[in-house]
């Protein structure tokens, strides 16, 4: 499940970012800043809610200055688990796009 809020993260912040992932590969010169995420929590109530707690940083290249932030966010979550995970899809883009503030912040 990791991986696939990794993955699904990362698509994001590609897209909003017009950016590259390189998660395989050490952090190189032509690398502009390092974002990293924890999933502190992830809740899910089938036909109400979905909530999740993420915390990340990003650390910039060259300088290493770091940042650090948190999402929270709980929607809902309608239907049935295609509900849930529609309502997971946008605690995503809403950390993707918290992330992307903190990337593009002076």
Known sequence: MSDELRDAL????????????????????????????????LDADVGKQAAATITWSIRRRPDGKILSGRTEKEVPAPGQVDGVVNAYREILAATAADIAAGVQSP
């Open 10 to 41: 990362s698509q994001q912040l590609q897209s909003s970012l017009d950016a590259v992932d390189l998660p395989a590969r050490p952090i190189g010169d032509a690398a502009a800043f390092r974002v990293t995420t924890e999933v502190v929590s």
